[in-house]
Structures are given as C-alpha cells and as structure tokens.
C-alpha cells in the first residue's frame, strides 16, 4: 500500500509560479510512474503530467505544455509539478496519483492510476 500526500497548494497571482510537492510511503516508489491531475468546480478531474519511472519520459496536457514541468527525486519518494505562468483557469484542486503497474508510456485515464492523494487546492487570482 501506498500512501501519498500532496502539499503546497494557496494562493497565487496569474503569471505567477507555484510548485507543488507529493510525498509518497513506500519502498518502491521508484518503480511507479507518477501522475498529476486537477479538478476545478463542477469539472471532472482531467490529467495534467505523467512522469514515468526514472523520470525518463513526461507526457502533459496541452494545456499545461509549455508551463509545467513534472519532476522527482526518488531518493525522497516525492514527486513535483513546477508550474509557472498561471492562469486563472488554473485553478483547481490538484492531486497526485501513482501507476503501480504501468511504469512506461502514457497513461491519461484515472483508472490507470493505482494510488491517490486527498489534493491540494491551488487558487489562481486575475
């Protein structure tokens, strides 16, 4: 079982940066692929990034491309979406996911997703 936890949500002006962190239990973190996706209100929750495992590979939303980059440090089981000029579109509560089967490729559907987090609200003002 894993567990994962996401931090670093608030507030933030449009064109501004945010980074956000998810912190993960386990010893075999470095084997899943990692995931970001988001839900704005009365939205369904859309995929953001993917890293795969290693962080060999990332695969993002066209929305996102450009101005969030998905990272990870294996050695602190935490994984992070740098995500730089913000629009207030943005806003959403973002959560983090964890694909235990799938460690390459792209996977942008929730049901490829093993693990999740609780989500960490991220509020983009105009």
């Known amino acids: 079982q894993v567990q994962l936890v996401e931090s670093g949500g608030g507030l933030v002006q449009a064109g501004g940066s945010r980074r956000l962190s998810c912190a993960a239990s386990?010893?075999?973190?470095?084997?899943?692929?990692m995931a970001w996706f988001r839900q704005a209100p009365g939205k369904v929750r859309d995929f953001v990034a993917r890293?795969?495992?290693?962080?060999?590979?990332?695969y993002y939303a066209d929305s996102v491309k450009g101005r969030f980059t998905i990272s990870r440090d294996d050695a602190k089981n935490t994984v992070y979406p740098q995500m730089n000029s913000l629009k207030p579109e943005d806003t959403a509560v973002y959560y983090c996911?964890?694909?235990?089967?799938?460690?390459?490729?792209?996977?942008?559907?929730?049901?490829?997703?093993?693990?999740w987090g609780p989500g960490t609200q991220v509020t983009v003002s105009s």
């Open positions: 996911a964890a694909d235990r089967r799938t460690g390459w490729g792209t996977r942008r559907g929730q049901d490829g997703y093993d693990y």
């Open positions: 386990g010893r075999a973190f470095s084997i899943y692929a």
């Open positions: 890293g795969t495992r290693g962080g060999t590979d990332t």
